[in-house]
């Protein structure tokens, strides 16, 4: 498994998957090519074969002078519980902290997306404040903070 900023040449494969997992909350092909260009962190997790499959991957943008927000994070629903969705949090909040301006790291959650929670909880994030209606289906969601000591 390695993990690698995303680049263009990615972008119908991040598509795929975001659709695939999110529905009608999903991130157009407009907005992830945007990102591409522009994020703090825009990190794939692939499979060490010789057809690089995405397994997973995190949206990392700096949305204030010391805080970094954690806006599309996702696993392949066929490998799931298996230790990847961990690995790259563990791995791009390690990235974060090297930054010496980020002070914070937040996301926001759908309420009833126990497992992310669970897994956000695990690497030290706790939720500050419940959003109604914050997705587009208008599901309510947690905001969830990690302050960088
Ligand atoms: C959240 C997500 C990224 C976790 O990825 P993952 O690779 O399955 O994560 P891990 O294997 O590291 O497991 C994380 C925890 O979730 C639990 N978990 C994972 N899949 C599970 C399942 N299907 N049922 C029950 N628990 C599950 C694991 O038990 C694990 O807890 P542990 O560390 O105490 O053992 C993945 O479920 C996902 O892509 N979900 C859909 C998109 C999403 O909700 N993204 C977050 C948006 S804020």
Redesign the pocket.
């Known amino acids: 498994m390695k993990i690698k900023q995303v680049s263009s040449k990615d972008v119908n494969d991040i598509f795929f998957l975001e659709k695939s997992?999110?529905n009608k909350n999903a991130f157009s092909k407009a907005l992830i090519k945007k990102l591409i260009r522009n994020n703090l962190y825009f990190l794939k997790l692939e499979k060490n074969k010789i057809r690089k499959e995405i397994i997973?991957f995190i949206i990392v943008v700096k949305d204030r002078i010391d805080r970094a927000n954690?806006i599309?994070?996702?696993?392949?629903?066929n490998?799931?519980?298996?230790?990847?969705?961990?690995?790259?949090?563990f791995n791009t909040v390690k990235k974060i902290k090297e930054s010496t301006d980020i002070k914070k790291v937040v996301?926001?959650?759908?309420v009833k997306?126990s497992?992310?929670i669970?897994?956000?909880r695990?690497f030290g994030f706790k939720i500050v404040q419940k959003i109604n209606q914050y997705y587009q289906s208008k599901e309510d969601a947690y905001l969830m903070k990690l302050d960088i000591l």
Do not use: C, E, M, R
């Not at 599309?72 to 629903?77: A, Q, R």
């Not at 490998?79 to 949090?89: A, D, T, V």
């Open positions: 997992v999110f997973g954690i599309n994070f996702l696993v392949n629903p490998y799931h519980n298996k230790g990847y969705g961990s690995f790259l949090l996301l926001n959650v759908q997306n497992t992310a669970k897994l956000y695990k």
